[in-house]
Every structure is written in structure tokens, then in C-alpha cells.
């Protein structure tokens, strides 16, 4: 039971994350006489769900890998005194 809270936990923080990170539309200026619509960019669709979760997963399997890159060889067996 308590396995499942806390990935309750993680997931919902994951979620909060890709939320929180999804950057806000900037404003644009007023369009002048010599814009024309070749020259401004075209609008990007926002973000799907999948994509955001796929970007977090990312982000923290790469964070894993780092620290298990970082961690000596000779530490992996390591546990704690019981």
C-alpha cells in the first residue's frame, strides 16, 4: 500500500511538472503594415498529453542514468548496516 502512494505521489508531481513547464504564449506585437504572413511564424500546436509525459520520463531517466554513471563501480553492492 504504501509502494502505491508514493508512486501515486511521483506520478501526480510528474504531471505538476510538465504542467508547470509548458511555457506561456508570448505576446505578440502588433502586426505592421510590411508584415505579411510569409514572414511571421506559423503556430505551433500545443503540446499532447503523451508528449509532455514522454518528456518528463526523459528528463528523470536521464537524471537516473547520470547519477548511476557518477556512482564508483566498486560502491553498486553497497547496503546499508542493518
Known amino acids: 500500500m504504501k509502494h502505491l502512494r508514493t508512486f501515486c505521489l511521483l506520478a501526480l508531481v510528474c504531471f505538476a511538472m510538465g504542467a508547470f513547464a509548458q511555457a506561456a504564449k508570448p505576446a505578440t ?3 505592421s503594415p510590411a508584415a505579411t504572413p510569409a514572414t511571421s511564424p506559423a503556430p505551433q500546436a500545443p503540446p499532447t498529453i503523451s508528449a509532455v509525459v514522454d518528456r518528463e520520463i526523459s528528463i ?7 547519477a548511476a554513471e557518477a556512482m564508483p563501480e566498486d560502491k553498486y553492492n ?3 548496516p542493518a
Request: hydrophobic residues 45%; without cysteine.
Open 29 to 31: 506585437p502588433a502586426a
Open 78 to 80: 553497497f547496503t546499508p
Open 60 to 66: 528523470i531517466e536521464k537524471e537516473f542514468v547520470d
